[in-house]
């Protein structure tokens, strides 16, 4: 019998057949057989709802509270592999690079779910890089993206080999990322960053000018453009792009640091 039949069976069918014959011979029974398995879904079901609310709270911003819920979802022991996977992210986005790092060698251990390794690869790559193992993190996310390629995979990627310094490995992964997602911005920002370090600043500029245009609201585009000014000798240009960087949040994950940012806002004012 279909796995999915089966559990329609066993976790609908049998139980509103339990409800009718039980409010055949008393209505109350009926009743009280009914809250009972409602009850027993919604606890069932909790994991669900706990990552519903985490989620909601994520997508307003609230990331702590989304940790929570999420957390909540997780120890239940009932959450999937997505949602363990996700809860660990959002430890690493807090900084809490152990914690997350812990969650997903429990997540490998206990699942074995071969089909989902590469995205918890995607992850824990993530921490690789935070932890300062480059080489590590690239090899994985190599490994990764032959069998799951996403605007994620490709953004992280596209910047550690960036960093890594293999800058035309980096370019055809960057132009390949381009293609498989024009709009991403975090892809364009990679793109710009790597023709600017080959220097093609033609190519570069134009890049950034169309990302620029969409007011990207994270600071990376801005510190860059302004980099990238800087090398085209526009001081008081490259000046006001960093100084745009400041209004953005600096988080965990992010690739550039406010202490870099204000460095080099120094350094082209003392050159002024």
């Known amino acids: 019998m279909n796995s999915r039949v089966k559990s329609l069976i066993t976790g609908f069918v049998l139980p509103v057949i339990v409800v009718i014959i039980a409010a055949m011979f008393n209505k109350w029974l009926g009743i009280a057989a009914l809250l009972v398995y409602l009850f027993i879904m919604v606890y069932s079901s909790r994991a669900m709802i706990y990552v519903m609310i985490g989620t909601r709270n994520y997508g307003m911003g609230k990331l702590d509270e989304a940790i929570r819920w999420f957390g909540r979802a997780y120890a239940t022991k009932r959450a999937s592999v997505r949602t363990a996977v996700s809860y660990a992210y959002l430890l690493l986005k807090n900084a809490e690079l152990q914690k997350a790092e812990e969650v997903l060698q429990k997540v490998i251990k206990e699942y074995r779910e071969k089909e989902e390794l590469p995205y918890i690869n995607s992850v824990m790559a993530l921490i690789l890089w935070k932890k300062g193992d480059l080489d590590q993190a690239v090899s994985m996310l190599e490994e990764v993206i032959q069998t799951y390629k996403t605007t994620s995979v490709y953004g992280s990627l596209g910047f550690m080999l960036i960093q890594k310094g293999d800058l035309e490995k980096a370019l055809e992964l960057n132009l390949q990322a381009l293609d498989f997602n024009p709009r991403d911005n975090i892809i364009n920002d990679n793109l710009g960053q790597n023709y600017m370090l080959l220097g093609e600043y033609d190519k570069a500029k134009e890049i950034y000018e169309k ?62």
Do not use: C, H
């Open 211 to 272: 990302l620029l245009a969409k007011a990207p609201t994270f600071p990376e585009p801005y510190y860059n453009y302004g980099l990238l000014q800087e090398k085209l000798g526009n001081k008081d240009e490259a000046l006001e792009s960093m100084k745009k960087a400041l209004n953005y949040k600096f988080a965990f994950l992010s690739t550039v640091t406010r202490e870099e940012v204000e460095a080099a806002i120094n350094r082209l004012e003392g050159a002024n």
